[in-house]
Each structure stands twice: as structure tokens, then as C-alpha cells.
């Protein structure tokens, strides 16, 4: 796995998306006159592994019946197992055009949207799915998506605005505790920060960022700056991203660079 691949699975992991659809799962069709066919074999081809097959028979479903916004749903995400985000997004909003309520659509095209760094338009749709939705994870994955945006623009505040909103809907939602966090620590809350990350680990004991960055946080407040450093560069070393302003007040506290 190179850099970049690992950076993007972090980043993936960062985002709620298991708790609301597999990324490789597709729907089954509904039985729709001629075009049912169509799409139970394009189902039946993605679920193989044969992308290109499942995109040939979405889109025969969808020259049939172009308001057909299943069809364009389940070649979205046969686009999207491709790694075709832009025609993926394409059909999502196919999909939301041929039926605006159709939650998911819009919380697809917000992850890739998010992915591409297309963080406005991932706002519009991430409040689009907190708006429409009626299952509790549906909103809770989205608020939690939402808050990564406003971390990313430095809106740390806002960011835990929609982290609260995420655990008060799942308390369990271990991205948005994690999430919460690093807002924490970019905050210089070290001690609310430590809070999540133990809640996070309570769910998955094995989890790496937070048990570290919990570890850096309690040798920086013990003034043990060299090993706050080897829990530093561990992070570094899987691609975290680890908050600047930490570093900052660690090169300040230590007198040292890297």
C-alpha cells in the first residue's frame, strides 16, 4: 500500500460510513416492468465483482426509464467501486433529480464530494440527509461527516457542534468521539480531548490513533516531552495528520523541532 492509498483509508476511516451502507453493497431491484431485468442482472454482476457488466445493464435500465432513480444509484456506486468519482457523483445526483428524498444518494455524493475536496457542496448534502432522513444513523453519520468538514476548515467549534449532535443520536459512534477529540486537542483541551479518545477506545480497544494520541497527551502534561515525541512521530508514521497546534505547543514546551 503506498502513502497516498494509506492517506485516503484514514481519511476514509475518519468518516461514519459502515453504520449506514457498506461502501460495496448495492440495493436489489424493485420489480419495474421491462427494466427490472435490467437491473436484477446489473445487481447480480456488481455483487460478482463485474463492475463493467453492472454498469451496462444500469444503463440500459436508465435509457428505458431515465427517471428510474434506483438505476442511477446502483451505477453510482458501481462507478464509485471503480474508483470513477466524478461519474459517480454524476449519478447520484441522477438519483436525487429522479426522487429528492432519496437520503442516501445525498450522503454518497457528500462523501466523494468531501473526498475531492469539495467541501462546501459535502455541507449541502451532509444538511440535506440531516434534514430529510428519518433513521437516527442516517443523521448521526452525517452531522459526524459535517463536523470533519468544519475541523477542516478550522472551525473547531462548529466541528464539535455537530461531533454532540453525532453521540447524542449513537452514543457508541466511535468516529465521533475520535473526531470530537482532535477538535479537543486543536482546541488545547487536553482534558475533554483524553475523555473521547478513552470513550473511543472503550469501543474499540485496539484503535491506534487514540490510544497514542492520549499517550502524547499525558507525557506532554507530565513534561516528559521526549517520549511525547515517540508518541508523536508513531502517529506520523501510519499518515496522521496530527494537530498542528499541538505541535506547535510541543516544539514550544521542548525547545526542539522534529
Not at 428505458?64 to 464509485?80: H, S, W
Not at 470513550?199 to 494520541?213: A, D, N, Q, T, V
Request: with cysteine.
Amino acid at each position: 500500500m503506498n502513502k497516498k492509498q494509506l492517506k485516503f483509508k484514514l481519511f476514509i476511516a475518519g468518516i461514519c460510513i459502515l453504520a449506514l451502507c457498506a461502501t460495496n453493497y448495492i440495493f436489489c431491484a424493485e420489480p419495474d416492468e421491462q427494466i427490472d431485468d435490467y437491473v436484477s442482472l446489473g445487481s447480480r454482476y456488481f455483487l460478482k465483482g463485474d463492475l463493467d457488466g453492472a454498469i451496462a445493464e444500469f444503463s440500459k435500465a436508465i435509457s428505458a426509464k431515465p427517471t428510474y432513480a434506483l438505476a442511477y444509484y446502483n451505477r453510482g456506486k458501481a462507478y464509485e467501486n471503480k474508483g470513477y468519482i466524478n461519474e459517480a457523483i454524476a449519478d447520484y445526483g441522477g438519483a436525487i433529480k429522479a426522487d429528492p428524498q432519496y437520503v442516501i444518494a445525498y450522503y454518497y455524493r457528500g462523501v466523494l464530494c468531501q473526498a475531492k475536496g469539495n467541501l462546501d457542496l459535502a455541507i449541502l448534502d451532509y444538511t440535506k440527509v440531516i434534514e430529510i432522513a428519518i433513521k437516527k444513523n442516517h443523521k448521526a453519520n452525517a452531522y459526524n461527516n459535517r463536523g470533519l468538514i468544519y475541523s477542516i476548515k478550522g472551525d473547531f467549534d462548529q466541528a464539535i457542534s455537530n461531533y454532540d449532535k453525532a453521540i447524542d443520536l449513537i452514543a457508541d459512534l466511535a468516529n465521533a468521539h475520535y473526531n470530537r477529540g482532535l477538535a479537543y486537542l486543536n482546541k488545547k483541551d487536553y482534558v475533554r480531548a483524553v475523555s473521547d479518545f478513552d470513550e473511543e477506545l472503550k469501543i474499540y480497544r485496539l484503535s491506534f490513533g487514540p490510544l497514542h494520541y492520549k499517550e502524547a497527551i499525558a507525557h506532554f502534561n507530565a513534561k516528559d516531552y521526549d517520549k511525547c515525541w515517540d508518541e508523536v512521530h508513531k502517529l506520523e508514521s501510519v499518515g496522521e495528520k496530527v494537530s498542528p497546534v499541538f505541535i506547535g505547543e510541543l516544539k514550544k514546551a521542548s525547545g526542539r523541532n522534529k
